[in-house]
């Protein structure tokens, strides 16, 4: 029942990222990876099996409403998943820090397969900037503030 609702909860997710980061964009060029948050958050707390069925289920379902290559995001997805779940069992899961890094390392692996493939498409060094630099730190950011949120809610349920 766990891993059912956890699909359901992630097809909205994938809804969701496909809606809400123009919304958490700054100036429309830097968004967001919602989706490098889930699976880093999935891969840390469930079995590896799943989360690499997981990986591959939301990777392809990512190729699918992003228009992208098929398979593309279910392979990147998959690696990261694979050295997320490997490097997990060396770092303490519960430290802070390492859950950051773990979703920055992540998302700068997502932003450079990403850059590669689409190297032609990358005009000036501004671009590569943003694109390697800007945006993984504003993921983990927004990692941060979701961990704050998710402990204020925690210790508000808690109390009451």
Avoid at 93 to 120: A, G, H, M, P, T
Wanted: hydrophobic share 55%; charged share 10%; net charge positive.
């Amino acid at each position: 029942m766990k891993y059912f609702l956890l699909t359901i909860l992630s097809l909205i997710f994938i809804y969701f990222v496909s809606t809400v980061p123009p919304f958490l964009s700054i100036n429309g060029v830097i968004q967001p990876d919602l989706i490098i948050i889930l699976l880093i958050f999935v891969c840390l707390n469930f079995n590896e099996i799943f989360t690499y069925l997981f990986s591959f289920i939301i990777g392809f379902f990512c190729d699918a409403i992003l228009g992208t290559y098929l398979g593309f995001h279910s392979s990147v997805f998959l690696i990261i998943s694979y050295f997320t779940s490997r490097f997990g069992n060396f770092f303490y899961k519960e430290k802070f820090f390492n859950r950051v890094l773990l979703v920055l390392i992540s998302d700068l692996f997502y932003r450079i397969i990403l850059l590669v493939i689409n190297f032609q498409k990358s005009k000036s060094i501004v671009t590569v900037f943003v694109f390697i630099i800007l945006i993984p730190f504003y993921t983990v950011f927004l990692y941060f503030l979701l961990h704050s949120l998710r402990n204020l809610l925690k210790k508000f349920y808690v109390t009451r």
